[in-house]
């Protein structure tokens, strides 16, 4: 089995993709929850959402540290900059409260996601468009204001397309990381449904679906 979420859900559609040209004897399925699989759309989601924009610093400079024609000063503005050795040290907490005021324009260049090398960046490092090794669980909390629910609807619709197996199921006020006291995320939420669609393909039951025929 695979499973992944958020980061993991991407890297989980990456290993899925692989096993078609590489099939596993033992793979019997995936469950993918609010992945982070189109990496432009994401993207362009964590730059405008308030409070989100140290997710995209974090892109930006992981980017820059892989491929070094990636310049950080051609996407992110000087404020952004200034702030942005926070990324090598701090946890995800600290890098989202340093650039919790940043937003848009006082976080991103006009045309950040137009760059050629960083946009080629995005786009290898994207899952969800190519054929995958089914089947897959595909869940989406509605209340996700990091992988929004149109995202990864659109990943529901490209294996559909391909005919694998995809039970994709949204599941309302649920967000994408459980925060105590406020709002439970989707892999927490979602935990009875996982590990019965898990149950049920050890057991031998096929996995249903809910693309469209």
């Not at 967000?175 to 050890?202: C, E, N, R, Y």
Request: net charge negative; with cysteine.
């Amino acid at each position: 089995m695979l499973w992944g979420h958020s980061q993991g859900g991407g890297a989980a559609l990456g290993v899925a993709q692989r096993l078609v040209g590489q099939p596993d004897p033992g793979y019997l399925g995936a469950v993918v929850t609010s992945p982070a699989a189109n990496l432009a759309q994401v993207g362009s989601n964590l730059a405008t959402y308030p409070g989100l924009g140290g997710f995209l610093a974090l892109v930006a400079k992981g980017a820059a540290e892989s491929d070094l024609q990636i310049n950080p000063r051609r996407l992110l503005t000087t404020q952004a900059l200034q702030r942005l050795q926070v990324t090598r040290a701090g946890c995800l907490g600290v890098v989202l409260a340093v650039y919790g005021d940043l937003t848009g324009p006082s976080l991103v260049r006009p045309g950040y996601l137009a760059d050629p090398q960083f946009a080629g960046y995005l786009a290898s490092n994207s899952t969800g468009s190519q054929a995958v090794a089914g089947p897959i669980l595909l869940l989406q909390g509605d209340a996700d204001p990091v992988i929004p629910v149109s995202v990864t609807s659109q990943v529901a619709a490209s294996p559909c397309s391909a005919g694998v197996t995809v039970d994709y199921r949204t599941y309302p006020k649920l967000g994408h990381d459980t925060i105590p006291g406020q709002v439970t995320g989707i892999d927490d939420g979602a935990m009875p449904d996982v590990l019965s669609w898990i149950a049920d393909l050890f057991a031998g039951q096929p996995a249903s679906s809910t693309c469209e025929s």
